[in-house]
């Protein structure tokens, strides 16, 4: 994993736009996001225990399985949403970007690889994109059935309960950006 202040230069989402800033992952924690190495399914299953996550898919996002759709797709994830459950992604294979706001509103770009795994709470802003390499491989962990419901953002996904509960979490700590 390696996180960084995206620059924000035109270009296509999947190229690093790195701006040379490191972030810390203290920062990414009091954002509420949670960062492991799982190198096995069984330390994977460990956490799914742990956490209480019920179900699980696996997902392969790239041209060759996903066809005429891919780019279509590629796009549609890379629109800022938000979700009312956590989102889980354990990389088995291949490497992608996920993008935090940051408590400023800026974005966060978070670099996953092999064996990363990352949770999101529910409620934050964020979005998703392959690399330049077009593929990643990736577990879908989910504490109920499966549920994929990408809110996008809007003033009334600004009202919405999961969002403010989770301004008030990030709120009771004190976040510095570095």
Known sequence: MKAYWYDNLPGDQREDHDSGRPVDPEYLSKLGVVYSRHPDVPSV????????????????VSPEK??????????????????EDEEIRWIR????????RSE??????????????I???AG???????????????VRLFK?????????RAPETDQNPFRKEYLERRA???????
């Not at 299953?45 to 392969?60: G, H, M, P, Q, V």
């Not at 400023?104 to 670099?111: A, E, K, S």
């Open 45 to 60: 299953d460990a956490l799914a225990e742990k956490r209480s996550y019920k179900n699980r898919d696996e997902i392969t």
């Open 144 to 152: 109920e059935e499966p549920k994929w419901t990408p809110l996008n």
């Open 119 to 121: 949770i999101l709470p």
């Open 93 to 100: 294979d291949g490497e992608g970007f996920f993008d935090v």
């Open 172 to 178: 009771s700590h004190s976040i510095e950006a570095n």
């Open 124 to 138: 934050i802003y964020h979005r998703f994109t392959t690399d330049s390499k077009n593929y990643i491989k990736a």
């Open 66 to 83: 996903m066809g005429a759709v891919y780019e279509e797709k590629v796009k549609m994830f890379f629109n800022e949403h938000l979700h």
């Open 104 to 117: 400023g509103d800026d974005w966060v770009r978070i670099r996953l690889v092999k064996h990363d795994l």
